[in-house]
């Protein structure tokens, strides 16, 4: 039996079978149990989900949509056209996704061949670096600066204009294709400066510019930049803003000439009916989803005055829903398990760039408080 699993396993890539095991999140509903506290208790800070939930309108047109027994539209053509005038972008440059999550792996599996090269700017969002590796390209790491996390512009210049690359693993990998920016970046929250962006956009590569965030920022999004940079790939998602995370719907605002190829590549049933009504009816709502985007702004602003003045934190500004926090005078991951066993739910890190820190997501300002009184007595 043994020896027929091994011969089996055999037929696997032999990339996948290296990789890293998996290591699943655990379930809310897991977590409340081995904490013995109510899941209504629990203070869930950990994923930058919003705390407001999707607006009314989404359990009302989920509640009347009579056609779940019918296949999606492929094109996703209400959606988009939405979105288009939402956005005001071609209808026709955007594609809709099972998550921001799915149309980064499809950018890779578009782009990307084995032995090809990516620049990623650590740290930052996990998933980039996987779906690279995944598709078999190598991942070369440009790192942000270790004070304010603003990327390093030269290193990326030098990255991509330099003929072959040697990779970290001694594999020399080829120019690289993609480049992998989020701004607001996560988990640092800080903002992607137009004169950076434009040096990039420079260079003969293509940005993949994550704007998972960009809602909460003082700033506009980069959409409008697509029409006139063929090299520009925008990548939104209604996970953050619109409280949709469960119901995985995203989209890609994306040059012309590369649609049709995107199209091939999609799978046509990936976003399902019930994310497209969500979807839809989020947009429809817009004032009140940027009235939430306020709220949380103002929170985030008000958390981050409470943290400043907290003696074993020290976080850093945030254009995004979420704080980083370096933690001093005690291990980062005691004070992680001192607020789960109180039902505080926080992101912590022990990675490269990120030793000591913890993210905490912006909840609501009662979840705050909770947080903050676990704080205050830990500090006494
Ligand atoms: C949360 C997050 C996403 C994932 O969005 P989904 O639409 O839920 O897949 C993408 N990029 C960044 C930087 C994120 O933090």
């Not at 210049?157 to 701004?183: C, H, Q, W």
């Not at 103002?298 to 005055?305: F, K, N, T």
């Not at 490269?352 to 909840?363: D, H, M, P, Q, T």
Request: glycine fraction near 6%; charge should be negative.
């Amino acid at each position: 039996m043994m020896r027929e699993e091994a011969r089996m396993a055999e037929l696997l890539r032999q990339d996948v079978a290296a990789l890293d095991p998996y290591t699943p999140i655990q379930p809310f509903e897991v977590l409340s149990k081995r904490l013995g506290l109510d899941p209504a208790q629990i203070v869930k800070l950990d994923a930058n989900e919003n705390p407001y939930g999707p607006v009314p309108a989404v359990a009302e047109a989920l509640a009347e949509y009579g056609y779940y027994h019918i296949y999606p539209d492929p094109e996703q053509s209400e959606l988009r056209t939405e979105l288009a005038e939402t956005l005001g972008v071609a209808v026709d440059s955007i594609l809709a996704t099972h998550g921001a999550d799915e149309i980064l792996d499809t950018l890779c599996r578009v782009f990307l061949e084995p032995g090809d090269a990516v620049v990623n700017c650590p740290p930052t969002f996990g998933m980039y670096r996987f779906d690279a590796t995944i598709n078999g390209a190598q991942v070369l790491d440009v790192w942000r600066s270790a004070d304010d996390f603003a990327v390093d512009v030269g290193g990326i210049v030098d990255a991509i204009e330099r003929d072959r690359v040697a990779a970290p693993n001694g594999a020399v990998a080829g120019k690289p294709k993609l480049l992998f920016l989020t701004s607001p970046n996560n988990p640092s929250g800080n903002w992607l400066p137009d004169d950076a962006l434009a040096r990039l956009l420079a260079l003969p590569v293509m940005v993949v510019l994550d704007e998972a965030y960009v809602e909460f920022s003082d700033y506009e999004s980069r959409v409008g930049l697509v029409e006139d940079h063929e090299n520009l790939i925008v990548v939104r998602t209604f996970s953050k803003v619109a409280g949709l995370a469960g119901l995985r719907l995203g989209y890609a605002v994306c040059p012309q000439w590369l649609m049709p190829h995107l199209w091939k590549f999609k799978q046509p049933y990936n976003v399902n009916v019930a994310a497209s009504v969500a979807g839809l009816a989020s947009l429809r709502s817009r004032s009140e989803i940027d009235r939430r985007a306020k709220l949380i702004r103002e929170e985030r602003d008000r958390l981050y005055g409470l943290l400043s003045e907290t003696p074993f934190l020290e976080p850093w500004p945030s254009e995004a829903n979420f704080i980083l926090c370096k933690v001093t005078g005690m291990p980062a991951r005691e004070l992680k398990e001192t607020l789960e066993r109180s039902g505080v739910m926080v992101r912590y890190y022990s990675s490269a760039g990120l030793e000591e820190c913890i993210r905490i997501s912006v909840g609501r300002p009662d979840q705050s408080d909770r947080l903050l009184a676990v704080l205050h007595g830990i500090g006494r």
